[in-house]
C-alpha cells in the first residue's frame, strides 16, 4: 500500500513503508536502566566469532561482541530480532499503534519480558536512544541516510540497510539473515529461512493456477489510490506465482520502482485477476467506495481482498517478516484462490 505500508517516503515513513514496502521497528527484553542487560539469543547456534563485521548502505559496522540491548530503528526488524530469541530494548512506531510497536505475533514472542519503548516514527530521537545504552542499533529495513547513520554510530555500533536494495526494500530473507549475524544466531535464522520458504513452495504447489495469473497490490490512502511494484507485500504476491499486469508494469521503470499514485480516471490500472487493497485512513474517504471503482471487473466480480489498516492480516502481510509470514499465508492464500478460481460466485470472505 501506500509507502505506509505496503512501501516507504521520508515524510511519511508510512507512504513508503506501507504495503509496498513492504513500511515500524524494535523490541525490548530489560529494564533500560543504566546497567541493566537485554535478553540476549536464547539459543547456542551461533558461532560465538566476534567481533562481527556488516557491511551495508553507508559502510561496514564491526560489532565487538554479542549484543544483549538491542535498539531498532528499521520498520520491522523488532520482529526479526525476537524471532531469533532477543527482546529490543526499544522499538520505532511504524503503524498500528501496538504497545510496544509489536503486533500479536511479536507480542506472544515476547513472553513476559519487558515491553520496549517506543520510538516515534518521523524523526529518530538520538537522545533518547542515547540513553538506553544499546549495544547495537538496527536499521536493516529502513531509510537511514547518512546524517543520521554517522548520528546513531556514534552513539553505539548501527547497521543500516543494504546497499544493493532499495530504501525499505531488504527481502526478508537478507533481513533475517544479516540480524541472525548480528546477534550470533545465525542458524536460526537461515532454519526460519527455509521452512518459511518451505511454506511458499508449499502454496503454490496446492495452487497451480497462481502461477502467471495477475494479481496487484495498492493502496487507498485519504482517497488517493496507489500501487505498489517493489516491497515486502509485492514481492508476497510475486513469491506465490502472480504477477503484475502488463499495464501497471508501464507505470515503473528499472531505475524507477517507486509506488505510484494513480487518478480516477486510471482506475482501469487496478484491473487484475485479483487485487489486494490496503485501506488507509477515514472510510468515507476509502476508493472503493467509488462508483468509478465499483464499475471495475475486479470489483463487480468480488475479486478485490480489501483490508483495513488495523486488521492482523493486513498487518501480517505488510510486515512481510518470519514471524507473521506463516499468518499471512494462512489467511491471504486461501482468499487468493477463491479470488482467482474463475466463478464469481465464490465468495472471498472478507478480512476482519
Request: proline share 6%; with cysteine; glycine share 10%.
Amino acid at each position: 500500500m501506500p509507502r505506509d505500508k505496503f512501501g516507504p517516503a521520508r515524510s511519511e515513513i508510512s507512504r513508503r513503508g506501507l504495503l509496498g514496502g513492504a513500511g515500524v521497528l524494535l523490541l525490548t527484553a530489560c529494564a533500560p536502566g543504566k546497567g541493566s542487560g537485554g535478553s540476549g539469543s536464547g539459543s547456542g547456534s551461533g558461532s560465538g566469532a566476534f567481533p562481527v563485521r556488516i557491511e551495508h548502505k553507508h559502510g561496514t559496522t564491526e560489532i565487538p561482541k554479542r549484543p544483549e540491548r538491542v535498539v531498532t530503528v528499521g520498520l520491522t526488524d523488532q520482529d526479526t530480532v525476537l524471532a531469533l530469541g532477543t527482546a529490543p530494548v526499544a522499538t520505532r512506531e511504524w503503524f498500528g499503534g501496538k504497545d510496544g510497536a509489536l503486533w500479536p505475533w511479536a507480542r506472544e514472542k515476547l513472553g513476559d519480558r519487558e515491553m520496549p519503548e517506543v520510538l516515534a516514527r518521523q524523526e529518530l530521537e538520538f537522545e533518547r536512544i542515547a540513553a538506553l545504552e544499546p549495544d547495537v542499533i538496527i536499521g536493516v529495513n529502513s531509510g537511514l541516510t547518512k546524517e543520521e547513520y554517522d548520528k546513531l554510530s556514534g552513539i553505539a555500533p548501527t547497521v543500516a540497510q543494504p546497499a544493493e536494495y532499495a530504501d525499505f526494500g531488504v527481502p526478508w530473507q537478507d533481513m533475517t539473515r544479516t540480524i541472525g549475524k548480528i546477534l550470533d544466531n545465525r542458524d536460526k535464522a537461515e532454519q526460519f529461512v527455509t521452512d518459511i520458504e518451505g511454506r511458499f513452495a508449499e502454496a503454490r504447489a496446492r495452487h497451480p493456477e497462481f502461477d502467471g495469473a495477475t494479481g496487484l497490490l495498492a493502496a487507498s490512502m485519504s482517497g488517493k489510490a496507489w500501487v505498489y511494484a517493489e516491497g515486502p507485500a509485492p514481492r508476497f504476491l510475486r513469491t506465490l506465482g502472480l504477477r503484475m499486469t502488463s499495464a501497471t508494469e508501464r507505470l515503473f521503470s528499472d531505475s524507477n520502482r517507486e509506488a505510484k499514485q494513480i487518478s480516477k480516471e486510471r482506475f482501469d490500472l487496478l484491473e487484475a485477476d485479483v487485487l489486494v487493497l490496503g485501506l488507509y485512513g477515514a472510510p468515507e474517504d476509502s476508493i472503493a467506495r467509488e462508483e468509478i471503482y465499483q464499475q471495475l471487473d475486479v470489483a463487480k466480480q468480488g475479486r478485490d481482498i480489501t483490508m483495513q489498516r488495523q486488521t492482523t492480516l493486513n498487518g501480517a502481510v505488510t510486515f512481510s517478516s518470519p514471524l507473521s509470514l506463516p499468518i499471512a499465508l494462512d489467511g491471504l492464500v486461501p482468499r487468493l484462490a477463491a479470488a482467482i478460481d474463475g466463478d464469481p460466485s465464490t465468495e472471498v470472505r472478507p478480512v476482519k
